[in-house]
């Protein structure tokens, strides 16, 4: 289950790499994630806001930088999945002294939608130049 791939990914994205269970934040540090990695190209400014698959255990945690009391409940088309968008990211907020003061909550930049079922979690994130309707393709396609 959690090697599963997309079957869809919006158009000039291509996979790049995986990261298995535990090494990057998708669903906090937990070993029973995949995070899957696309970009539209291979500068450093593609891999700055990629879009970003996680393939998690039912029950895992929230995605990494949600807020739960900002998130609005989707419908995803898919019968007992229960999917939460988010129209941004929890960023360090630095102080004066460039240390970090908390965390803020930015949007505009990337957005992302989290499914849960008995089966799993899942999760996509991307640059807002994605539309939220291809984010739901993404998920959509998981389950095929």
């Known amino acids: ?32 994630q995949t995070i899957l990695v696309y970009t539209r190209g291979w500068a450093r400014e593609d ?12 029950g895992a945690p929230e995605l990494v ?6 998130g609005e409940v989707v419908d995803i088309g898919i019968a007992g999945v229960r999917a939460v968008y988010h129209d941004g990211i929890n960023r360090p907020r630095p102080d004066e002294h460039r240390d970090v003061a908390g965390v803020a909550w930015r949007s505009g ?4 939608i989290t499914a849960r079922s008995d089966t799993g979690t899942f999760a996509v994130r991307a640059p807002r130049s994605v539309p939220r309707d291809e984010l739901v393709s993404v998920l959509a396609s998981l389950s095929t």
């Open 1 to 32: 289950m959690l090697e599963r791939r997309p079957a869809y990914v919006p158009d000039g994205y291509t996979f790049r790499y995986s990261v298995p269970g535990g090494r990057e934040p998708g669903f906090g540090w937990i070993p029973e």
């Open 47 to 58: 891999f700055l806001v990629p879009l970003v698959v996680v393939v998690g255990r039912a």
């Open 65 to 70: 930088g949600t807020n739960a009391g900002v």
């Open 109 to 112: 930049e990337v957005h992302s």
